[in-house]
Structures are given as C-alpha cells and as structure tokens.
C-alpha cells in the first residue's frame, strides 16, 4: 500500500553550492520517466492534457541541473507507455543498477510517472493481500481498461521493483507520482488525474494483512494525501501537473541545489501553492521513506551542518509573541535568535545578525522551549541593540532559521590525554597547551562558530569531564571520563596500527586530519561530527529522564502530564506472515537489570495509561551504546502512519519486533517514548552509530554509551564529579519513558 506522510514541522535547510560540483562527482544516475494524457480504451471525457509536457519539463531538469546523460534518461508517453513498455523499462532499470562495478557508489534513481492513478481489488490473500480498504492502488497505464485489468502497475508491484533496484544498497531511488488513487471529484476548469472506476473492495480469504512498507532506499513524493485528487495546471496554453510544475519551478529557481533535501522541496512545493493565486483548495503532497534519506539531499547531494528552520505562528493575541512548532526535542533552546520570512523559498542560508537578510520580517528571540513547541519575541534591529516590535497584523504563520544558537548548560565538557608509556599512563593536555596536535587542536577550537555559544568545553585535570580524547602515536580516540568499552570477548583488532591504549574508544581519528575513516563510507567523519553525535544522543536522554522524573512528581496534579508507559517485551510466537506478533510477554529482569543475549526476539510495547482525555502521539526511538539513534514507531514517515502514532486512553500499541545482534553490537542500550498532544515528527533526531576501534573485554569494563550517559544521569556526588541540576524541561503539554537494557553476545 502506498502511504505518505505530511511533514509540518521540519523543514531541513537548503545548502548553496555549484552545479558544477554535483557534476563532479563520478555517481551512476538513471531515469525513467513515464506520461500517459491520451488513453485507448477511455472516453474523450477521461483524456488528460499535460503528462508529456511533465516528462519534458523534468527530462530537462535532470539534464541541466543535477548533470543526467541523455543515454541514462529513458522516457515512456503516450502510445509508448503500456503495461508491458513500463514494466520492461522498470527491469531495464534494475538491469543497469544490478550491473554496475561494485567499487561505484550507490547510483541515483529516478522514476518519475505523470498519469492517471487508480484502484484494483486488492489480492484475497499472500504476501500482497495488504490493503485494510480491500482496493490496490495502481498506476494507470495507456492501454489499461475502463474497469481496470493486469495492464495497471499495482503499488506491490511497483514496489517489487524498487526492492530489486535498491537492493544491497546499490542504488538510492525517488519515485515521484503526479497521480491520485482515490477522494471525491472536485469543481474546477483543469483535469483531475484520477480514472474513477466502479470496483468492489476484494474480501479476504484468510490471513492477514501484510504490513507493507516502501522498501529501504527509496524515497516517495506523491501529489497528494488519500482521498484528495490531483488537478492539472494551466500556464498559458500549455497544461501540467501540479506537483510537477512547481516541483520543476522550486528546484529551477534555486541557483544552489546540491544540498537541497526533500522534505524543504515539499515545503517549497506547498508554500508555491499558497501563494499561487490560481491554486485554490490544492492537495498537500505527501513524503515517505527512511528519515536519513528525506533528510538527506536529493538525488545524493548530501551536505553538511546544515541550518533547520521551523514554521512559526502568532502566539495569542500579542503581536509581540510567535509560537515555534519546535522545541527542546528539536534542538531550540533560550537565547537563541532566529530570522522570520514568510515563505521558505525566501529564506537566506546565510546571514548577519543586524539588518534583514533579503525579505525577512524580523527576528524572534527565544524565550522558553517545551519538549514540542518553544515561545519567543518578535524584534526588530537597531544597530546592536534588540528592539522589541509588534510583527505585521495579516501574519498567520511563517519560517524561522537559526541565526544564533545558545547552548545553555547542554554543553560537552572535553579533556584531553596524551598517553606517556606502554603501560597506558597519561598526562593531561590543559587547554593551550602546545602538544596537542595542530589538527586536533583546530578541529576542537573550530567547533564553536559566530552562530552559536560555546558548546564545547575544554577541561584540565582538576576538572570534571563528560569525555575524554587520548592521544597515542599518530591517532586519538574518544572515551568516556572512567573506565573502559564493553566489547564481545572474540573481538579481534582490525587495525594492527591501532595502539592498545585507544583499542575500545570511539575513533580513530589521524592526528593530521583528525578526521575518521568510517567503515563502508568513503567520506571521513570529523572529530567534531563524532562530538556533536555524543552530545547530541546525550541530551536527547537527559531530557527525557528530566521529563519523567518531574512528571512523576505533579502525576495527578491538575493539568498533570501525560500518562505513558514502555515496556521491552519477549516474542513468544509470530502470526503465519512471520513477522508480525501473535503472542509476547513482559521482559523479565535480572538481579533488577533487564539482560538480552544475542539472537533474542523482541519488541517495545506503548500504553497510554490516562483513563479518559483525548488521544495522544507517540514516538519511540532507541539509543545504542554508541550514540547511534533510530526511530523505530512510526517505522517509516507517511500520513497513514499518523494512525500507528496515535494512542487513545487505555490503549496499547507494540513496534515491529527486532532481533538482537549482540555479536556484532553489543552494550548498553536505551529507548525513549515521546508523548504529544498534537502530532509529532522526531524522525530528525536519528543519527548513525559512531565507529569504535576493536577492543577486549575486561573484569572492569562497561558500555562505553553506558559509562557516558551514567554520568550525565545516574552518578552521585563521587569521584570528584558533581552532579549538575537538572533545567526544569516539564511541562504538561508532553511526556516521556524510558528504559534501559544490556544487549550480550551470551550469559
């Protein structure tokens, strides 16, 4: 089933950089673009009018602004573009990615369909009986019936391919579909994309349904959300699609897009259809597919730090006063300043801190931050000084970019080491000192920026740290402040150059570069990357552990927080798909520590535990031992998936079931559940594990994610190390849960 989802809070940033660098780079690229106006077997009535001028238009995109040969461009319209012709042109595709030398990088696909959508009985049972309305969507192709036959492309199929193209990560696919499925016609002067056909829901003939996902690697833009339709749109004398007009306007208006991601393309998309004064009651295009993809660039052309922006509205009726639809989760916290426009497409990547940056409106200064949402007031500049302004009467609602960012006490504090003898004896580097590396020591004073307050904090030996760099030979690894990495007991060293002193931490990084070698990437990770990974699955729990504990204590107060509980729980038995759960039960501790050894079936259960009230949007994201965050409900970003997010009192939901790999990952792990009461999108918050160097096990030794976030979290006052006073984060407008397990190769 194809399912999409509306991003409306997070909107990742566009980098600015050349063309002529993306066409640099040596990527595989192919395309295949399909559009279907004229029909064989449907009425006059039912022709439609812009699906060629869509292939077009996108064919030349591809060709001049992301570097696509005219030979890896294939394009299907009209006659051409049968069932047969689009299926075999789909395996042509997954032919050439399959082929391609495996020393490539993963190649960029695009398939691209402009057309009718519509819907088929879904399969009475098997693998793609997956659809709860009994009706499949398809794509309709040139020679498809009125009443629909094996012609249509149905989404499992589709879907086939894509798991062909992207298999064992050969390729990173987009599909675009400037289509609709289903939703009532709609008056107007333009076309609707939508063959409706008179088809009776299939009735299962035993079974369950198939959960079914887009595969990994691929990411979907679709016109529109279920039960909306897709009209074409008129420019003159020539006719489109309305998705693929202003998708094709937003990336050709953009003199940099190597870095832009798809979720501020759909952003654009939609802020293009607002304030076309032609679009009236225009669909929402919907975004599904993994978040490091969504958040990544399009077609590959990924970036670095770059800056978020959020939508923000008027707060009540102070005009002084907007309202971020961001929060302490999102990473905005007091003092910090952001710039206002009122379309994304006008935001300045970069800007001062006086004046106005292009057609901004003015700029907000934070104020306060819950988990969700934080408030702050509008000013204007004058010179240096901040004054404070009332914003315009007509605004609604805008964009925000971060101009200046206060880290407050989410700082990291950093000590380094210099290993002096074979034995592992260190003496410590104070900040200024002239051994620290010139690599090391530029990387570390280069992570605070002008648009920020010191993050980073350098330590000497009297002080208390969070992290430790140690220094030996021509590299460094970072560890926690005490004690050693938890590794399995037949781990074996990777790198004979790697001294035993750093074996465990996280790293290496060369004391030239002081950058990373990451395994199965050809781009090194920076010192300061791998930091601010550190800190940032760091604060991710200390807000949540705050959360819990200050929750705890107004439980049952008026306007008291919400009620949400998580629980790791043991597969029993699955359904006949075998995959889904069909029986589990509580896992149970072990001398009051939850242990899970390698191999184990398990999954987390949510339960809403208020007794009336209003539903509540849950997202659940785990934390490995090294540092590595992954949301794992919603699995996937889709708007059907608001439904898995949603919990009404009293209700329980459980995440698909994961297998511990214990072998390969083992430590300390963590999961946190995140309760809203409006919907909430923290599928950005994912990260990918930071590389460690190998490591044996010893009677002393810990998670190395376990040592770190127990100072943070769970140390008394011992060892020299003082705990800090928690920043009040509660508020009753969110909750969360969390809990802690040991993942071991065996007992």
Avoid at 53 to 70: C, I, K, P, S, T
Avoid at 587 to 595: C, Q, V
Avoid at 659 to 679: H, I, K, S
């Amino acid at each position: 089933m194809i399912r999409y989802f509306l991003l409306h809070m997070i909107i990742i940033g566009l980098g600015m950089q050349s063309f002529s660098r993306a066409a640099e780079v040596d990527v595989p690229r192919f395309a295949l673009l399909v559009g279907v106006e004229k029909y064989a077997h449907l009425s006059s009535g039912e022709q439609l009018d812009g699906c060629s001028n869509d292939v077009v238009v996108m064919r030349q995109l591809l060709e001049e602004r992301f570097g696509f040969e005219a030979n890896q461009i294939e394009t299907l319209t009209n006659e051409e573009a049968t069932g047969t012709a689009i299926r075999e042109a789909l395996k042509r595709l997954s032919d050439r990615v399959r082929v391609l030398p495996d020393e490539l990088p993963a190649a960029q696909v695009i398939f691209h369909f402009s057309g009718h959508g519509s819907q088929v009985p879904d399969q009475p049972s098997g693998p793609n009986h997956d659809e709860p309305d009994g009706l499949d969507e398809t794509l309709v192709p040139h020679d498809a019936s009125k009443q629909g036959s094996e012609e249509d492309l149905r989404d499992d199929e589709l879907f086939q391919y894509v798991e062909e193209i992207c298999h064992e990560n050969r390729a990173h696919m987009w599909l675009v579909l400037d289509c609709c499925h289903s939703g009532s016609g709609a008056r107007g002067t333009t076309k609707l994309r939508k063959l409706i056909r008179e088809q009776e829901p299939v009735q299962s003939i035993g079974g369950n349904l198939t959960k079914r996902k887009l595969p990994s690697g691929a990411v979907m833009l679709a016109a529109c959300r279920a039960r909306e339709v897709e009209p074409e749109y008129r420019d003159g004398d020539q006719s489109y699609g309305l998705m693929t007009r202003f998708l094709v306007q937003v990336l050709n208006q953009e003199n940099n897009i190597s870095k832009l991601s798809y979720g501020l393309l759909r952003e654009s998309i939609v802020s293009c259809y607002r304030r076309d004064p032609s679009v009236s009651q225009a669909p929402v295009p919907q975004l599904e597919g993994e978040s490091s993809l969504i958040t990544g660039g399009i077609l590959g052309k990924t970036g670095v730090d770059r800056p978020q922006y959020w939508e923000v509205q008027k707060n009540g009726t102070d005009r002084s006063k907007m309202l971020l639809k961001a929060g302490a989760f999102h990473g905005v916290t007091a003092g910090s300043i952001y710039e206002v426009y009122d379309a994304a497409v006008e935001i300045e990547l970069t800007g001062e801190l006086s004046g106005h940056n292009g057609n901004s409106l003015g700029w907000l200064l934070v104020d306060s931050t819950s988990g969700a949402t934080g408030t702050a007031s509008y000013f204007q500049w004058n010179g240096d000084k901040q004054i404070i302004d009332k914003f315009p009467s007509k605004f609604t609602r805008g964009y925000a970019v971060e101009r200046f960012h206060h880290h407050g006490s989410f700082e990291l504090r950093l000590r380094i080491e210099q290993v002096t003898s074979e034995s592992g004896d260190v003496s410590v580097l104070p900040p200024g000192s002239e051994l620290v590396p010139p690599a090391i020591a530029a990387a570390i004073n280069s992570t605070t920026r002008s648009t920020e307050s010191p993050w980073l904090l350098r330590t000497d030996g009297e002080e208390s740290c969070d992290v430790v760099l140690k220094i030996d030979g021509n590299y460094a690894a970072l560890f926690p402040s005490t004690g050693f990495a938890y590794v399995a007991e037949d781990a074996t060293t990777t790198r004979g150059d790697i001294p035993p002193s750093l074996k465990g931490g996280w790293g290496p990084f060369h004391i030239q570069t002081a950058k990373c070698q990451v395994e199965d990437d050809s781009d090194p990770m920076s010192l300061e990357q791998f930091l601010r990974s550190i800190n940032r699955a760091r604060n991710l729990l200390r807000i949540s552990n705050t959360q819990v504990a200050l929750a705890g204590n107004a439980r049952g107060q008026s306007g008291s927080a919400i009620d949400v509980s998580l629980d790791l729980v043991a597969i029993d038995e699955f359904q006949d798909d075998g995959f889904t759960p069909h029986r589990w039960h509580r896992w149970e501790p072990e001398e009051d520590a939850l242990i899970m050894e390698q191999g184990a079936l398990y999954a987390f259960e949510v339960t809403n535990r208020e007794s009336s009230g209003v539903p509540v949007y849950i997202s659940v994201l785990s934390i490995d031992s090294n540092m590595g965050i992954d949301q794992i409900l919603p699995f996937q970003d889709g708007v059907e998936l608001i439904g898995e997010q949603t919990l009404t009192p009293g209700e329980s939901r459980l995440t698909d079931c994961f297998e511990c790999d214990a072998a390969n990952f083992p430590g300390q792990r963590w999961a946190v559940v995140l309760a809203t009461r409006t919907q909430n999108d923290f599928y950005m918050l994912s990260q990918p594990s930071l590389q460690t160097t190998r490591s044996l096990k010893t009677e002393e030794s810990q998670s190395l994610g376990h040592l770190l976030m127990q100072q943070t979290y769970f140390q008394n006052t011992t060892r020299g190390d003082r705990r800090r006073r928690p920043v009040k984060l509660y508020d009753e407008t969110w909750s969360a849960a969390t809990l802690e397990w040991l993942a071991v190769p065996e007992k």
